[in-house]
């Protein structure tokens, strides 16, 4: 199928209800947050995560729908198999090679031609794909709070921490949460990136439908209740777009009803300004 022909970007609005959205490893996994303004933050990196676990569990990680950074995934074994495909020698591998080693992944790897990948290792070096779909740090729209409670286990893991708590077996532990918030990210797709790796309208309904279904395969305990609240997508009728990417993103606000502490999205009200669109600019409500 042919690569998409036209520019787009868009706009995720998503919630977290009592659970972390994206712990922050330097800050004992406590929720993400701006430390100057404190509002929370979830990085782009969580946001593909998610998507490439979706279309993982959709398409049983079959090509053209595989996924090369999975979770523990050793990555030279996936650009091995590219290799192995081509009949192509690492030992003698030049650079009409490596070209053809790099289609084949853009080709069979869903995340690679969506999001690119640096894939010039040392073994079975399959070049670098810049992908057409970037993704910025999400923002909570007010301030968060973090919480850190105490939760307790009724048990311990081993005989030996049994004999030092004489018989109680209780393990206490930690468990970092946001009450709630509601988050923005902005994106962007590139017709011209697109081009370079194929990235097509399957590839591009694939992604919406990604961003809306992708929370409700992803509940755990840390993560709370997680949903997709609204997903606007603004199309432009060429490959090199009608209008600038902020210029279209300031055309959405997001408010907050009242003065009470965010507790829900009913709080909130989504606009979308569409009073003299741009030339060539469609607005696509996706959720």
């Known amino acids: 199928m042919e690569a998409i022909k036209n520019r787009y970007e868009f706009i995720f609005i998503f919630d977290v209800e009592n659970g972390n959205p994206n712990g922050d490893p330097d800050a004992g996994n406590m929720p ?4 100057e303004t404190s509002h929370g933050l979830v990085t782009d990196v969580s946001i593909k995560r998610k998507i490439r676990n979706y279309v993982e569990i959709v398409h049983q990680d ?3 729908y595989c996924i090369y950074v999975k979770e523990k995934a050793i990555l030279t074994h996936q650009q091995k198999r590219a290799y192995e495909s081509l009949k192509i020698s690492d030992k003698n591998s030049n650079h009409s090679d490596i070209e053809m080693a790099r289609a084949w992944m853009c080709q069979n790897f869903y995340d690679v031609r969506t999001f690119g990948a640096v894939m010039s290792l040392k073994e079975f070096n399959c070049g670098q794909v810049r992908g057409p779909v970037q993704i910025n740090f999400a923002k909570s729209i007010d301030p968060i709070m973090p919480q850190e409670l105490s939760i307790t286990r009724m048990a311990v893991a081993t005989e030996a921490e049994a004999k030092k708590q004489k ?4 393990t206490i532990g930690k468990k970092a949460l946001v009450s709630y918030g509601l988050y923005k990210t902005e994106g962007y797709i590139s017709a011209h990136f697109a081009k370079n790796t194929g990235f097509n309208e399957e590839d591009l309904q694939l ?3 990604s961003l809306i279904n992708m929370y409700d395969h992803d509940h755990s305990a840390s993560r709370g209740k997680m949903n997709s609240r609204k997903l606007i997508v603004f199309k ?3 490959p090199l777009g009608n209008a600038p990417a902020h210029q279209l993103f300031d055309r959405v606000r997001v408010k907050k009803k009242d003065d009470l502490p965010p507790r829900s999205f ?3 009200t989504i606009e979308i300004d569409r009073t003299k669109l741009p030339e060539g600019i469609e607005i696509d409500e996706q959720l």
Do not use: F, I, T
């Open 167 to 170: 018989g109680d077996n209780r």
């Open 236 to 238: 432009h009728d060429s």
């Open 32 to 35: 993400r947050m701006d430390p």
């Open 266 to 268: 009913d709080q909130y």
């Open 207 to 209: 992604l919406w439908e």
């Open 62 to 64: 079959k090509a053209p």
